[in-house]
T-cell receptor
Framework: DAGITQSPRYKITETGRQVTLMCHQT?????MFWYRQDLGHGLRLIYY???????DKGEVPDGYVVSRSKTENFPLTLESATRSQTSVYFC???????????FGPGTRLTVT | GENVEQHPSTLSVQEGDSAVIKCTYSDSASNYFPWYKQELGKRPQLIIDIRSNVGEKKDQRIAVTLNKTAKHFSLHITETQPEDSAVYFC????????????FGDGTTLTVKP
């Protein structure tokens, strides 16, 4: 959906570098989420946010940092990228807990 | 925390046949169960969902059933078509966990023409 975008769509970086993945939604959804998807696995939650300035850890938060100063943006930062963080990253947003989550197009990150 | 198991991991059917994918969950507080379809290289998209106050829901060729006592729910696709070929994910979520969903590992469905 055009309402949630991610950038960049593809990124190659080196081990040890910092990289930030951007997520932007235009629906003013309260909830935003970051997932990673590895081959053979489902979606694993990295971090989520219930509102601006409110964030919390998900299932696999180590090595990642998030912030949410504005409702529409939820950037994910890899402070010192490792090869194990090579993955496809999906951002999602939702209106209230019980409603559908809308996924962004994904960012394919390769750490060499 | 919640644990969701999904079976089978791969499923191959002939066009026109039915396909069934099953999921079990562990947290009795979970009360929302969406199913997502993900085509190769694309984002997951919701195809059907069910809430805990309903036992079954249908949308054309797709149906989902929920057994809260046994903590399992299933996706049923009838009259399968080649365009149904994709990876399907189940998920479970509860009101008490801030909207966080726990996903199954996915089922790769192949519909042979």
């Amino acid at each position: 959906d055009a309402g949630i975008t991610q950038s960049p769509r593809y990124k190659i970086t080196e081990t040890g570098r910092q990289v930030t993945l951007m997520c932007h939604q235009t629906w003013s959804h309260s909830y935003m989420f970051w997932y990673r998807q590895d081959l053979g696995h489902g979606l694993r939650l990295i971090y989520y946010s219930a509102a601006a300035d409110i964030t919390d850890k998900g299932e696999v938060p180590d090595g990642y940092v998030v912030s949410r100063s504005k409702t529409e943006n939820f950037p994910l930062t890899l402070e010192s990228a490792t090869r194990s963080q090579t993955s496809v990253y999906f951002c999602a947003s939702g209106g209230i807990p019980s409603y559908e989550q809308y996924f962004g197009p994904g960012t394919r990150l390769t750490v060499t | 925390g919640e644990n969701v198991e999904q079976h089978p991991s791969t499923l191959s059917v002939q066009e026109g046949d039915s396909a069934v994918i099953k999921c079990t969950y562990s947290d009795s507080a979970s009360n929302y169960f969406p199913w997502y379809k993900q085509e190769l290289g694309k984002r997951p998209q919701l195809i059907i969902d069910i809430r805990s106050n309903v036992g079954e829901k249908k949308d054309q060729r797709i149906a989902v059933t929920l057994n809260k006592t046994a903590k399992h729910f299933s996706l049923h696709i009838t009259e399968t078509q080649p365009e149904d070929s994709a990876v399907y994910f189940c998920a479970a979520r509860g009101y008490t966990n801030a909207g966080k969903s726990t996903f199954g590992d996915g089922t790769t469905l192949t519909v042979k023409p």
